[in-house]
């Protein structure tokens, strides 16, 4: 099979067209022709080497994963070849302490499928029959793709962590990527004001379009001041942040008195500095959150088979031009997602 390799850690020069054996599903497992993958900052951190994700080479990126069952190990009941799948990427032994009171995205042994397992950037991909979810009929492969980790992970943020309800005001940092559309849809949904952050003005006019109420354009506006003057210096109940020190200060600074900060990621690196007595005296809630439970995810597939919740997809690519995506999403330069599509 056709599939993207990484040999080597680096920049996006190491990802490598190549032809490799096509995996061979053993007990509990499927294969799954792979007919889109989506591409996320997780990937470019696996690409970079990042140890946290314990990846072993030669590797094969990509978690979210659409395509057809392809073949089935012998044990295999619930599943048959040209079942139409989507992927959840997370890795769960399903039997620790968490996993077995409904907290299985930080199951002892959690991973994610594309990092601490080969991936989707390739023809056919490999996985746990367990991880597999039906495609809601009329949904494209490409949909399919475009949801899971991101809504999956925004999801957790603002309804499982922060609990946001009707009538509070989120600050979305970034709402221009693919977890940044995924917030202002959530937030939305749940009755929430939404304050958003784009660069530039497409930007900022597709995150109105999508529903947020206000949109401050980061390169040109002060967000903190924003902030207090469309919310008459009160600040927002909950900020979703998920950049790093470039942000993380003036996401703090954008906070009512007893508001709460959600944070799943670092794009911008990974120490931010912090006072520590703005944080007791306003009585400041920060909460990390990673990824999101099946039952969450099932909860969104459903939300998307009902069209209360949209994939915003930015450009596909063919899967041998994975490097072009990645050079894409590192200089910003997308709104929603970006795809690989293996060539039929």
Known sequence: MKAIVLREFGGPDVLRYEEIERPVPHRGEVLVKVKA????????????????????????????????????????????PGDKVLV?????????????????????????????????????????????????????????????????????????????TAGETVLVIAGGSGIGVAAIQIARLHGAKVIATAGGKEKTLKAADLGADYVIDHKSEDICQRVMDITRNRGVDVVFEHVGPATFGKSLRSLRKGGRLVTCGATTGPEVAMDLRYVFSRQLDIMGSIMGTRQELLRITELFAEKKLEAVIDQSFPLEEARRAHEKMEKSAHFGKLLLVPQA
């Not at 990937?43 to 979210?64: E, F, M, Q």
């Not at 809601?136 to 490409?142: A, L, S, T, Y």
């Open 37 to 80: 993958v989506s591409v996320n900052h997780v990937d470019i951190w696996v690409r970079s080497g990042l140890t946290a994700y314990g990846t072993k080479l030669p590797h094969v990126p990509g978690c979210d994963i659409s395509g057809e069952v392809f073949e089935v190990a012998p044990d295999v009941k619930d599943w048959k």
């Open 88 to 164: 959840d990427p997370g890795i769960r032994d399903l039997k620790c302490e968490f996993c077995l009171t409904g907290r299985n995205n930080i199951c002892d042994h959690f991973g994610i499928i594309g990092a601490a397992a080969w991936g989707g950037y390739a023809e056919y991909a490999k996985v746990n029959a367990d991880n597999l979810l039906r495609i809601p009929r009329d949904m494209d492969f490409e949909t399919a793709a475009a949801f899971p980790l991101t809504f999956m992970t925004a999801w957790h943020m603002l309804a499982g962590r922060a609990c946001v």
